[in-house]
Antibody
């Protein structure tokens, strides 16, 4: 059974950094495209980033240059390093295993950027 | 970037109604479109992928159609558990983009 468990969210000040983790089980992260998707409170879904099987990456314009997606194959874990955080980055962040787009989703972790 | 325009943004319907939600892409995306259902406080759940393929375990009253720039999600007979917000997603090219959502409420 595919399972994804995000962690690492919390309260951070504007300009701060946070690293989200997504521990996977039931499949191998390195064999799949993996995405991060976020949802601001009361708002719609926004795709954030993807990492390919070959470790290529893509980012939404809103996070390009500030966020970095990566994975640790030995830990079967996906990461999202978030720097220079802004109030508008406040959201629930979901990791997802891609198969024709995000297919299997974790439960999400809340990131709040506020002073 | 490909823009996804979803309509309506909200609707009221009764149990048993046939419901249709539309998504329009700003450029052709073949059949690279998925539909998601999200209930309050819950994780989005994929219903349809590749425009018309039903995700395993999803009831047959859900169906998807379309290709190119026009896509439709249809619920043939709305059930109480179907009251939720629905999103389309194009997965033809990066950045992936979601529609703005359609909130289906009880009439």
């Amino acid at each position: 059974e595919v399972q994804l468990a995000e962690s690492g969210g919390g309260l951070v000040q504007p300009g701060g950094s946070l690293r989200l983790s997504c521990a996977a089980s039931g499949f191998t992260v390195s064999s799949h495209y993996m995405s991060w998707v976020r949802q601001a409170p009361g708002k719609g879904l926004e795709w954030v980033s993807v990492i390919y099987r070959g470790a290529g990456t893509h980012y939404a314009d809103s996070v390009k240059g500030r966020f970095t997606i990566s994975r640790d194959n030995s830990k079967n874990t996906l990461y999202l390093q978030m720097n220079s955080l802004r109030a508008e980055d406040t959201a629930v962040y979901y990791c997802a295993r891609d198969s024709s787009g995000p297919a299997d989703w974790g439960q999400g972790t809340l990131v709040t950027v506020s002073s | 970037d490909i823009q996804m325009t979803q309509s309506p943004s909200a609707m009221s319907a009764s149990v048993g109604d046939r419901v249709t939600i539309t998504c329009r892409a700003s450029q052709g995306i073949s059949n690279d479109l998925a539909w998601f259902q999200q209930k309050p406080g819950k994780v989005p759940k994929r219903l349809i992928y590749a425009s018309s393929s039903l995700q395993s375990g999803v009831p047959l009253r859900f169906s998807g159609s379309g290709s190119g720039t026009e896509f439709t999600l249809t619920i043939s007979s709305l059930q109480p558990e179907d009251f939720a917000t629905y999103y389309c997603l194009q997965h033809s090219s990066y950045p992936l983009t979601f529609g703005g959502g359609t909130k289906v409420e009880i009439k």
